[in-house]
T-cell receptor, first 115, second 108 residues
Framework: DAGVIQSPRHEVTEMGQEVTLRCKPI?????LFWYRQTMMRGLELLIY????????DSGMPEDRFSAKMPNASFSTLKIQPSEPRDSAVYFC?????????????FGPGTRLTVT | KNEVEQSPQNLTAQEGEFITINCSYS?????LHWLQQHPGGGIVSLFM???GKKKHGRLIATINIQEKHSSLHITASHPRDSAVYIC??????????FGTGTSLTVIP
């Protein structure tokens, strides 16, 4: 298996623009997680899905952020409009179980810079 | 308020040294995890613990549930161990709390 695939790997955009991050989980995994990592706050769980259904989105910072999982092999995280404080590395992870990050497989991340 | 505290934040060691990274947490948990993040950014899981001790190669992880404390030890450290080590806890339910990481540099 190719592992968790994320695209793009790097994104630079101007404040106010819409940003869409994409994730393909490992085939057969039932859970998909979106994380954000910054120097100040470290890793934070934004949202996770089970069988394509959002289970907990309490980590989503505000209404500018939205996530979808239209099928078992694809998820998106959208920021509209983007702001400089959204600059971070966004990780997608998938797993078979709902357990913690020790059971998850992480993608390589998308480094987002909002100018 | 940080539910997970790691120490030290930064650590530099000479190759071959024994290294200890500490993690303290303030919530009841069902499991604790140690993750490794390489300089290129990739994250891999090292250990998941709910009690006692686990060993994998030169890495050893211990947890004391009563004291709400875990340690990650690296024996005979090597430059390829240079990475950020992240502690994460899993309270009951599906919330996760992460430490801010310990940046380790092992010098040849």
């Amino acid at each position: 298996d190719a592992g968790v695939i994320q695209s793009p790997r790097h994104e630079v955009t101007e404040m106010g623009q819409e940003v869409t991050l994409r994730c393909k989980p490992i085939s057969g995994h039932d859970y998909l997680f979106w994380y954000r990592q910054t120097m100040m706050r470290g890793l934070e769980l934004l949202i996770y899905f089970n069988n394509n259904v959002p289970i907990d989105d309490s980590g989503m910072p505000e209404d500018r952020f939205s996530a979808k999982m239209p099928n078992a092999s694809f998820s998106t995280l959208k920021i509209q409009p983007s702001e400089p404080r959204d600059s971070a590395v966004y990780f997608c992870a998938s797993s078979r179980l709902a357990g913690g990050p020790g059971e998850q497989y992480f993608g390589p991340g998308t480094r987002l810079t909002v100018t | 308020k940080n539910e997970v505290e790691q120490s030290p934040q930064n650590l530099t060691a000479q190759e071959g040294e024994f290294i200890t990274i500490n993690c303290s947490y303030s919530v009841g948990i069902s499991a604790l995890h140690w993750l490794q993040q390489h300089p290129g950014g990739g994250i891999v899981s090292l250990f998941m613990l709910s009690s006692g001790k686990k060993k994998h190669g030169r890495l050893i992880a211990t947890i004391n549930i009563q004291e709400k404390h875990s340690s990650l030890h690296i024996t005979a450290s090597h430059p390829r161990d240079s990475a950020v080590y992240i502690c994460a806890v899993n309270p009951t339910g599906n919330q996760f709390y992460f430490g801010t990481g310990t940046s380790l540099t092992v010098i040849p």
